[in-house]
């Protein structure tokens, strides 16, 4: 179920919102390799009713089940917009779209947790990537005569012998 709230409900005084709302609903599956959601988001929200719309504030906290991007160590990462706003306007290019007296917050909630996701989850700031160990394979470049790699003096000194 979505994150919804009756207009009507503000006619006398602002609307408290609280709760939880399941990963289904927010559709963010499979948006990135790396992040999972596996908890539901914890909302905790104030909406009132202004004259060219509705202001939505308060606190979003869910948690991303991460894999590093330089290891592939799974870990979790907090994920708090903890001073989230929203302005919903009534009328203009970016008006909201008011269903049966409803306004479902869901798809700005979905684009400010996107927004929040990390580029490049990583397990630790220090996090050296992959061990040679774990993989099976060495990291070092096996250099062939003639590939370009570590000529040496060789090649400059060929080159300097070119007249111009």
């Not at 963010?28 to 908890?39: A, G, M, P």
């Not at 991007?69 to 870990?75: A, E, G, H, W, Y």
Request: glycine share 8%; net charge negative.
């Amino acid at each position: 179920m979505a994150l919804q709230f009756n207009v009507q409900n503000l006619e006398r005084e602002s609307l408290h919102l609280e709760g939880q709302l399941a990963v289904a609903d927010l559709d963010l599956e499979n948006v990135d390799e790396l992040i999972h959601l596996k908890t539901p988001l914890d909302y905790d929200l104030e909406v009132e009713k202004l004259d060219n719309g509705f202001l939505v504030r308060g606190s979003l906290r869910l948690t991303l089940s991460c894999e590093c991007s330089r290891c592939l160590k799974p870990f979790e990462e907090k994920l708090d917009l903890s001073d989230w706003a929203c302005m919903l306007a009534v009328d203009g290019e970016e008006k909201v779209i008011i269903n049966n007296d409803l306004i479902d917050l869901t798809p700005y909630i979905r684009e400010d947790i996107l927004l929040g996701f990390p580029q490049r989850p990583l397990c630790n700031v220090d996090c050296g990537g992959l061990k040679a160990g774990k993989t099976g394979k060495s990291n070092k470049v096996k250099e062939t005569p003639g590939s370009g790699r570590d000529d040496g003096p060789d090649t400059w000194s060929e080159l300097n012998k070119l007249k111009f």
